[in-house]
């Protein structure tokens, strides 16, 4: 009753918290740039690339539609007001900040009942809320239009669903609840929170080692209950876990994504990274709905492209090689954009050239010389007189590879280019279109077309190395399909299969994990190292106007906490050292003897207090550990931010020892001081709470804004 | 009495294996350019600058100098012959594999050992240490000129160390042979062991770690005992094991390092990676026995070195930066060696000239301008007609610096620096050389004189950035300090105080860390990832060359390989036709 009362002021509080002052500052703050702008894509239909799975932003989309945006407003950069100059709302950011706000203080509630749960003790449920409810920081991550209050309120609604479902079960076998209908809610409320927290952001991936952990440890606890559990009933557990911690999210994760991929059907310019045919499927597309000659002949009209995320289209134009006679040396290069100067025309080989007609189609193995349309010049290894090859600009240990003049009669081997079919494919029938991917192997180098993702300097117009490949390691960058191809006369025509679900999500994830690695450390203002966080070293900036807001912490919370984690280690060691002294034994030996006396409960390692502030507290270390330490290995830039879900275990285990604190020394004063427990219980925690209110008051203008 | 049969047994099957065909290739393979050309340091006491602790190669240098190496023979690069083409032996390479080689078996025996004292099965130990003795890699890697086979012999010695001295403790207090003299020798033999695989190469910090996680689990397991071992026992358990595994290993480390510095006096090369203190103990160094004035004045001619490791002098030639006003724009730059054109003329800034004399000395804090004396520019920072500073070409935070003309009237506050000593130094008798370090703050651009360790480009004849920077977060890259002062007529001298021990320990660690860092990640044929080793999955070339007096072709890491460099068979001959070696 106390708890359920404490649980609804929580909760208001927090809500409280995080909504005043909810529409200032009134222009797009950080992030929200990006999230707001791909709400706006969701309500236009309009496909996009982004580093994170789409449920977080389809939740913002789908507040924003409520709240009546209509995706016209575009959240172009940090700064961009939401009202016109006098004074019109542009669009209902308010809406969205609230609907994240309100994940934000659904999280802490979630944190609220995981601590009470496990402990047991009210004081430190409500210690562990209040540390984040007064937290600076985390009332200024729940404010804005970002996905992590959406996804640290998953993270936590899994880590209670788990923590519920494994209080059902209990040894007794009169009050076992294992495979009640609750204990059937909780564990599929647990998987579809975890399958939610993937969807959100892929950090979430740590969250399932966690809540895989705890499962785990579940089920070695019942290994062990030899008497009451059956290697049957075992089974039974291990299959419901299976099921609701593995294939769940799972298929909450596929769903999600086959949601975004019907929901988006319009292109855009991120276009670029995804491949043909997932192209052909954008409305608006060049490649939509196209029809396309059947097979490529000997003198057909094409662009190619290649087939590395980011796909190149083979380009030339008329700039040159540095250094170089020019007649040798009309670049190619690899160019991102549809363009007139990607057209190249198929020839045939001199030698086959008189038996062949317009039409015949190309097959596995064929030779030919590719001729650039706008400036008429062939495909060519460059070599020198000595017929050694030239070496690429970047790639040095790759051929050069440029346009020349068609008249130059030495060297003509140069120009020619073998198809060679990538294994698996049909070789009978001729190439095709988009489908059939190639090698274009240069017969006399012996190396093979190939596009790297390095960019020429500033000669090179900013677009991309291609070069000859001798090796077959890097093969990847060899294959090339065609793109366009111009229709001629008599030839059959087909349209582009759509590719399938399944295709679309690898290829997605291919998208996802290629701009994830592009985001290469930098320096700068708002990056900052993963042992700045924990000690609360630098704020982020979140605002560069007037407001001056700043992602940083609560002082007196940060302190608790980066207290908390050394103590709960020595404290863990000093418990670990007096059981395998064995203290607790000589203490029932005692027992004995004596009768009920206070060494009941004066000993470190027998109060049952103390144990149990040992054993949750070893859960949110391991949960802080699990969201902490993989960033010290990770090489992409980091940010604050992504600190937060381990603030959160920190704040539970400082809640936790708090209130163990509390309770131990008010035992200590009761049999010095003569007051009643209660008294002493409820005085210590106002002033803790007294304290931390008062701190988050002094701070507040980080979040708030300073009027 | 099996067991110590088998034990002769599988010790001699591995020095035979060992030791067949040593002489064999006739070259330089692989890293014996490297440790063979140390260990001839050793024995010439040639200063040198390294990425592993001194004792491999110590030992290496020992074994060389017992067999008749005289230092002579360079160890140039892998293929190298050690026969003349008459057939002379230039160098006695084969004692020093043969020494390596018995270091690699007895590892094995080592092996033997630790097996057998932890399962008491002769079995087990048997199968253990055939499994290394037949293995191909194992055998490669003993056999050479390496500080693999040393390492790894010390490595094995500290497990059986801690593994014999644990086995000595039971819990039966009669059979209980812990603090006999047995029990504290095989202690003391896992310390001196810990020490020394730590003194071949860093990598035994992991083995430390092995041998402290063994520890802690006796120490645990005594803890359990209540009824055996007291509190104050433990205690003494405890004690033993800080002592022997952890002070006596650096006591080793420490003296091996020792005993480095004093076997080593003569400069080279390498000097260059260090400190001017340091380089002024090595005989043949420019530095060493030097006298210098005992102060910098106002007059004194001087080069300055930055204090970073691999410390450059700061260098201005007559060349300019590109794209801009030659007046404007010669190249100021960082140079690590010592050169005619890292000279510079202090002067006083024109307010003060009158009232000083040459011989007084500068202070923290005293304005003056530098000139090149080649050139006879002075240096500044760049600005531009609004007076706002020029970025470098590198770090284009930083203002560029250049030398300029004297006579460009102009900005002639951008010439002028302040001389700000680094914190805990004497304030108040005057700028030494070598000994004081400072900071050389532009009072017009606020900022201060930078070395990167950014190479220029082309033009900047591989010589290294200077410029301004105007942060105080990176300050490493702005403390200099004199080098060589030239002798003013009347002035007092002064030599070179040598560095401490210590101070000599830290920077040679410096050194070692610098080196290593430098070692970055790179791709090539003899480059591979961790997780093909487990797999063996590329072998590691030892030697490409094809010889007449060697029937096979490579020698390979293992038999396995001989499958994928078929396979690769294109790449191979690709490079024996490039010509690497012919």
Not at 113 to 132: E, F, P, R, Y
Not at 546 to 562: C, F, Q, R, S
Request: hydrophobic letters at 45%.
């Amino acid at each position: 009753m106390q708890s359920s009362l404490l649980f609804v002021c929580i909760t208001f509080i927090g809500v409280t918290s995080r909504l005043f002052r909810i529409n200032e500052p009134r222009y797009v703050c950080w992030d929200e740039t990006h999230f707001g702008k791909m709400a706006g894509f969701y309500i236009n239909r309009t496909m996009f690339a982004c580093v994170h799975p789409p449920l977080g932003k389809l939740i913002i989309a789908t507040i924003g539609l409520a709240g009546g945006y209509d995706g016209h407003f575009s959240f172009t950069q940090p700064g961009d007001t939401y009202y016109t100059e006098n004074g019109t709302l542009l669009t209902p950011y308010i809406a969205m900040r609230v609907g994240c706000a309100i994940f934000g203080t659904l999280m802490i509630s979630a944190v609220y009942c995981i601590i009470h749960t496990l402990t047991k003790s009210v004081g430190a449920a409500v210690l562990s809320s209040m540390l984040l409810i007064c937290d600076v920081a985390m009332v200024t991550l729940s404010r804005y239009i970002l996905l992590d209050p959406i996804m640290l309120f998953f993270m936590f609604a899994s880590v209670l669903g788990v923590v519920k479902a494994s209080a059902l079960q209990t040894r007794c076998s009169k009050q076992d609840k294992s495979f009640t209908s609750y204990w059937w809610g909780w564990l599929v409320f647990t998987g579809i929170c975890l399958g939610c927290t993937l969807s959100v952001k892929l950090v979430g991936a740590f969250t399932v080692m966690f809540v895989g952990a705890w499962a785990i440890a579940d089920l070695w606890k019942l290994l062990g209950d030899t008497e009451m559990v059956s290697l049957q009933l075992l089974g039974k557990h291990f299959a419901a876990r299976v099921l609701c911690l593995i294939f769940l999210p799972i298929a909450i994760y596929v769903g999600v994504f086959y949601f975004h991929f019907h929901i988006l059907h319009q292109s855009s310019d991120d276009d670029i990274f995804y491949s043909s045919k997932f192209q052909s499927t954008l409305h608006g597309n060049l490649l939509h709905k196209k029809s396309m000659p059947m097979h490529i002949t000997f003198k057909s009209s094409l662009t190619m492209r290649n087939t590395l995320i980011e796909g190149m289209f083979l380009h030339s134009h008329p700039h040159y090689y540095p250094n170089m006679l020019e007649q040798y040396s009309q670049q190619v290069t690899g160019y991102k954009i549809r363009d007139g100067n990607n057209w190249w025309n198929i020839e045939p080989v001199i030698q086959q050239a008189k038996k062949l007609m317009d039409n015949v189609p190309l097959h596995d193995g064929d030779l030919i010389s590719l001729h650039h349309m706008v400036t008429n010049k062939s495909l060519s290894v460059v070599i020198d007189k000595n017929e050694k090859w030239h070496a690429a600009p970047i790639s040095y240990w790759n051929s050069m590879v440029a346009s020349i003049s068609r008249q130059n009669s030495s060297g003509n081997d140069y120009k020619n280019w073998k198809i060679e079919l990538k294994a698996l494919q049909n070789r009978s029938s001729g190439i095709c279109a988009v489908d059939c991917v190639f090698k274009l192997v240069n017969v006399a180098a012996r190396c093979c077309l190939f596009a790297s993702l390095k960019k020429l300097p500033g000669w090179g117009k900013d677009q991309y190395e291609i070069s000859c490949y001798h090796g077959r390691r890097y093969e990847q960058g060899c294959w090339w399909h065609a793109e366009e191809v111009l229709p001629s006369s008599n030839a059959a025509t087909t349209a582009i299969k759509p590719p399938s679900f399944l295709t679309n999500l690898f290829e997605s994830h291919k998208v996802m994990f290629h701009l994830n690695s592009k985001l290469k450390k930098k320096y700068g203002d708002r990056v900052s190292k993963p042992w700045h966080w924990a000690v609360n070293y630098k704020p982020q900036l979140f605002s560069k106007k007037e407001d001056k807001l700043y992602l940083t912490g609560t002082p007196v919370v940060w302190w608790i906490n980066a207290t908390a984690i050394p103590t709960y280690i020595l404290f863990y060691l000093c418990v670990a050292i007096t059981r395998k002294r064995k203290y607790h034994l000589k203490r029932d030996q005692n027992l004995k003897i004596k009768s009920k006396s206070i060494l009941q409960n004066n000993c470190i390692c027998c109060n049952e207090i103390i144990l149990n502030a040992c054993f949750v507290g070893g859960w949110c270390l391991l949960g802080w550990c699990l969201h902490y330490l993989p960033f010290f290995a990770m090489s992409r830039v980091l940010f604050f931010h992504h600190y937060f879900p381990a603030h959160v275990f920190a704040c539970m285990l400082s809640g936790t020892l708090l209130d163990c604190f509390c309770k131990t020394l008010t035992e200590w004063w009761h049999s010095y001081l003569k007051l009643s427990p209660l008294t002493i219980h409820q005085s210590l925690m106002v002033t803790i709470i007294g304290v931390l209110f008062h701190n988050f008051y002094l701070h507040s203008h980080f979040c708030y804004g300073s009027t």
